[in-house]
């Protein structure tokens, strides 16, 4: 189902509520990376240049004790976002009440507000966290639309997503174009792909990733696993895999996928190996039926690139998730670097990377512009692929 987004909204006149996602790293009080507020400038730009009035927010980090009030406090967000905007954006250090309800009753078209941190509610009675029905119901009641930018936090059912949603009224939630982006690369790449869709899975274990590889089992025409989690669907099928991380409790669950993926499971054939998890030791590369009992796979090996950059030809989506090495030691990252040079020259695919440190991956090595879509939600991307229903999406009016 086609979901609202902001450019179906009327916003002229209009009190707009948006979540935001302006969960940024912070030290000291000051903001160690602007990214993300930096990625919510065009949706904030639109309803502004199309006479709307923006009230935003956003969550920062977790809120437990009271301590946590100034760690978490956003204000410096709010101050950064105004010299991104470059006009004013009033900053109300409060969640709620009468200093909120004024600021927002003096909003003239145009014009900007951020209140203070969502997750302050969570401090008596994780209001926020726990979609408290008074909270949402209350946050709506300061808007006459809510658009909803945050992807982030889309699989968790929050006051400040889901809640706000349930009580706008019918058809007065939209999606952002950072929400957009995501529905449509994400969810199109699940939902109904261009075929032949190709996954490539790794990082570190299977037991974070079942999900995932079932759902793709279903909907991917191949699946490339590389990463830790291979020297698992090794150990199932009884090869000798050294001292690499295996997860013993999974290689039963192994053996099964093995089985129901009908050959629609390809497996590396050759991997790096090192008798310590260091940069610094001898390494070497040998075929995956002869890793010795004292070393470590690392890193996927050449022949193994050569073999799945084969095996993304003609590929029309590719979903990508987790690293094929330790990419963070320059002996492992030639795996990775390999697949995402393969996704890269690929021609007509619409390419999609989902998962923290594959996206930190394809960027540090610089591709982060040969992909179609690097997804900003490292849990929420992960949910999107296990075929799951995302509550911050599912909230959004449908169009
Ligand atoms: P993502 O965040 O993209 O979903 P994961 O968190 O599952 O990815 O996995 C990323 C981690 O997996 C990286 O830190 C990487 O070093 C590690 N990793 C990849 N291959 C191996 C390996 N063969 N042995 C140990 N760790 C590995
Ligand atoms: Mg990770």
Not at 3 to 28: C, E, Q, S, W, Y
Not at 278 to 291: G, K, L, Q, R, T
């Amino acid at each position: 189902m086609a979901k609202k987004i902001v450019t179906d909204l009327d916003v002229a006149g209009k009190k707009v509520l948006m979540r935001v996602d302006f969960n940024v790293p912070m030290k000291d009080g000051k903001i160690t990376d602007e990214n993300r507020i930096v990625a919510a400038l065009p949706t904030i730009k639109y309803v502004l240049e199309n006479g709307g009035k923006v009230i935003a927010f956003s969550h920062l980090g977790k809120v437990k004790e009271a301590a946590d009030l100034e760690k978490r406090n956003i204000a410096p967000v709010a101050a950064r976002l105004s010299e991104l905007l470059g006009q004013p954006v009033t900053f109300v250090n409060a969640t709620r009440g009468e200093e909120l309800e004024k600021a927002v009753a003096n909003l003239k078209d145009g014009e900007i507000l951020m209140f203070q941190n969502t997750r302050f509610e969570d401090l008596d009675g994780k209001k926020e966290s726990k979609n408290d029905p008074e909270l949402g119901k209350y946050w709506a009641s300061l808007g006459d639309l809510f658009v909803n930018d945050a992807f982030g936090t889309a699989h968790r059912a929050h006051a400040s997503n889901v809640g706000i949603a349930a009580n706008i009224g019918e058809g007065n939630t939209a999606a952002g174009f950072l929400m957009e982006k995501e529905i449509k690369f994400i969810g199109g790449a699940v939902d109904a792909p261009e075929r032949p869709l190709v996954a490539i899975l790794g990082g570190a274990k299977v037991s974070d990733k079942i999900g995932v590889i079932e759902n793709l089992l279903v909907k991917a025409d191949k699946i490339l696993i590389g990463g830790a989690m291979m020297f698992t669907f090794f150990k199932a099928l009884g090869k000798n895999t050294g001292t690499s991380l295996v997860e013993e409790d999974k290689v039963e669950l192994a053996k099964s996928l093995l089985e129901k993926a009908e050959g629609k499971i390809i497996l590396p054939i050759d991997t790096v190996i090192c008798k310590e998890f260091s940069n610094d030791a001898p390494h070497s590369v040998v075929s995956v039926d002869e890793i010795p009992n004292d070393e470590m796979g690392l890193d996927v090996g050449p022949a193994t690139v050569k073999l799945f950059t084969e095996q993304l030809v003609g590929a029309k989506t590719v979903v990508w998730n987790g690293p094929m090495g330790v990419f963070e030691m320059s002996n492992y990252a030639k795996g990775t670097i390999g697949v995402c040079e393969a996704i890269a020259n690929l021609e007509n695919a619409t390419t999609i990377i989902g998962g923290g440190d594959s996206a930190a991956a394809a960027i540090s090595l610089g591709f982060a512009d040969k992909f179609s879509h690097i997804s900003t939600g490292g849990g929420a991307s992960l949910e999107y692929l296990e075929g799951k229903k995302l509550p911050g999406v599912e909230s959004i009016s449908n169009n």
